[in-house]
């Protein structure tokens, strides 16, 4: 008997678990993972110095390699074209083998270790290594929305954070390995290791799953705990910044600082047993009682066609009046002739769009000028007189700030959305104009103006990002989002080379030759360039801030165009292909009613 009792509890304790790890709640923890050590991309300030020292560039050639890092940031339409025929551990596994090649190559370039590359060699290494971010955001970030298409904003805006606190967490990880030293070429080779080993590790444990039945308040609840959590860890983060550039700290105590992240970091996957242990009691109460429906979780691959029509997360559902809606017209049919906003567009219908014409233009001004700044803010720390222990904290508050805003900012714009039917495209405005602040701080170096420049445009670069991919994926549908995903964010390289090689860069160089020129001093060739003062960038963000500023005034015309379309009920079309589940009272063990929505 009690062998029998043993292997029944064996089984059931292994059923749980093959349920936990398919289910959509880890899907969520695995992403948060991925998501939350793949933030290289925002801590180029971090190393760009020691590249420039190392290699001997000038400001130009080092704004045009973080160029090529944008370049190579943004420009993932592949990875979303690779995720309409392949599955996400595909995408995420080439990602993480990408990541480790560029990164890796900079490293051996960096500490000498091959022969210099020339500049066209280094702007390909760091294209490839920062490519990998549009791999993990289309193998990672797609399946959870796909999977939660009514918690859309807030999914968007929580995983998007996580993406922001990730140079964060590097940095903090970076000191617990090398305490306070100098170099900077460490970093980088964290850079090229942890994340790939990240993202192999947990690239099996992300699908794209279909329910049959959802639970509307219970994820809501889920992803509100997750924000809780988040908020937790990121005030935590802040906290330590802020302490360790009032105390020397050692080698230890960055160890158990990162550790303290590191638990912070996997307290989500505590919600994720709560929740399916919740659906877990849910199935053994539907089995007893056969009168009750059933709640399951079917992946894709096993959904036969011919019983039942489930909902098909991203994709339209056909029904009997329109079976045909599920296939694509011919590529060019109907380009000029786009379905109602919220429908799903073809990719060429939602390029042509005036709406995405706007959105690239919001992307090219609004998060170009905040990417100069970003890309800059070691050199911009240095010509203003700023200490170098200054400049990492610069890093890790834009790190922060980035998470609070595409965290907040998905939750506000929700929360506004679904009270007042306040249009997302508003909040991107708002956001515009509040981003014009940080470049007038910058440009005429208000006193201790470069921390409150760091803290506000990390949140308006956070929050646009978040309100970008969110407006994409509410006005063009999601069964092409994996494309449209990226195919958005095309437009920030754009900018970033507009901003940062062609003004801010070419304006720094020409300002500190003729500080050269004036104190006597002939540049060998090879030799790093400095510039010291305010003249360095004054004139590039005033460039920058008139250009945001017109972009937000233009951005209004996407407002006005949207405004119609957010007053209705822009979820309502999921929520008639799940009518079928009615709900059900179900009472549970605790002797407590629970409702099933």
């Known amino acids: 008997m009690s062998t029998d009792n043993s292997n029944g509890g064996g089984a059931t304790a292994r059923s749980f678990t093959v349920q936990l790890l398919a289910g959509r709640f880890f899907v969520v923890f695995s992403t948060l993972m991925i ?18 020292t190392t290699l001997g560039y000038d400001q130009t050639t080092l704004n045009l390699l973080s160029f090529f890092k944008d370049l190579g940031t943004y420009v993932s339409v592949h990875a979303g074209l690779l995720m309409e025929v392949a599955p996400p551990w595909v995408v995420l596994s080439l990602g993480g083998v990408v990541n480790f090649f560029g990164y890796f190559m900079i490293w051996l370039a960096v500490t000498k270790r091959i022969s210099q590359p020339p500049v066209w060699l280094m702007c390909l290494y760091i294209t490839i290594g920062a490519n990998s971010l549009g791999f993990a ?24 954070s996580y993406l922001g606190i990730g140079g964060a967490i590097m940095t903090q990880f970076y000191h617990a390995l090398y305490g306070d030293d100098s170099s900077s070429s460490g970093v980088i080779l964290i850079i090229a290791w942890l994340p790939a080993a990240v993202s192999l590790l947990f690239a099996f444990s992300v699908r794209v799953l279909d329910i049959t039945k959802r639970q509307i308040k219970r994820d809501k609840k889920f992803f509100n705990d997750v924000l809780c959590m988040s908020l937790g860890l990121a005030g935590f983060i802040m906290i330590m910044i802020i302490v360790q550039r009032q105390v020397a700290f050692s080698k230890a105590g960055y160890s158990g600082t990162f550790a303290v992240i590191i638990c912070l970091l996997v307290l989500p996957i505590f919600l994720v047993f709560r929740e399916e242990i919740h659906i877990w009691k849910t199935k053994l109460f539907n089995s007893s009682n056969s009168t009750l429906s059933e709640l399951k979780i079917v992946p894709q691959n096993d959904i036969s066609p011919v019983k039942h029509q489930p909902l098909v997360v991203g994709a339209n559902t056909p029904s009997d009046e329109h079976t045909s809606e599920n296939i694509d017209p011919p590529c060019f049919q109907h380009v000029f002739n786009p379905p109602a906003k919220g429908e799903n567009h073809s990719i060429l219908q939602a390029t042509f769009s005036i709406d995405m014409q706007i959105l690239f233009l919001a992307t090219i001004c609004g998060i170009g000028g905040n990417l100069t700044t970003i890309d800059n803010l070691g050199q911009i720390g ?8 200054s400049i990492s904290a610069f890093v890790s508050l834009v790190s922060i700030w980035q998470f609070l805003g595409r965290v907040l900012g998905g939750l506000i714009s929700e929360r506004l959305l679904d009270k007042y039917k306040w249009p997302r495209p508003a909040c991107l405005t708002i956001v515009l104009l509040i981003s014009c602040i940080p470049h007038l701080l910058i440009a005429f170096n208000v006193p201790y103006g470069l921390y409150v420049a760091s803290v506000i445009m990390g949140f308006c670069f956070g929050a646009e990002w978040t309100y970008l991919f969110t407006i994409i994926s509410e006005l063009f549908g999601l069964k092409h989002y994996g494309t ?7 437009a920030a390289p754009l900018g970033s080379f507009i901003f940062n090689v062609r003004i801010a860069g070419r304006l720094y160089d020409r300002e500190g030759l003729r500080q050269l020129k004036a104190s006597g001093i002939i540049r060998k060739h090879g030799e790093e360039l400095h510039c010291y003062g305010v003249k360095c960038y004054q004139l590039a963000y005033l460039i920058i801030t008139a250009a945001t500023f017109v972009t937000a005034l233009v951005s209004l015309i996407l407002v006005v165009r949207t405004r119609k379309f957010y007053k209705g009920d822009i979820y309502k079309r999921y929520e008639k292909k799940d009518s079928s589940s009615t709900n059900v009272t179900l009472r549970g063990y605790s002797g407590k009613e629970e409702e099933m929505d």
């Open 35 to 52: 998501l939350g050590f793949i933030g290289a991309a925002y801590i180029f300030g971090l190393y760009s110095g020691e590249i420039k």
């Open 484 to 490: 449209l995903y990226n195919y958005g964010s095309l």
């Open 382 to 389: 240095t010509s203003l007189g700023y200490p170098k222990k």
């Open 137 to 160: 955001n289309s193998g990672a970030l797609v399946p959870c929305v796909q999977n939660f298409p009514e918690n859309r904003g807030v999914v968007i805006g929580i995983l998007k």
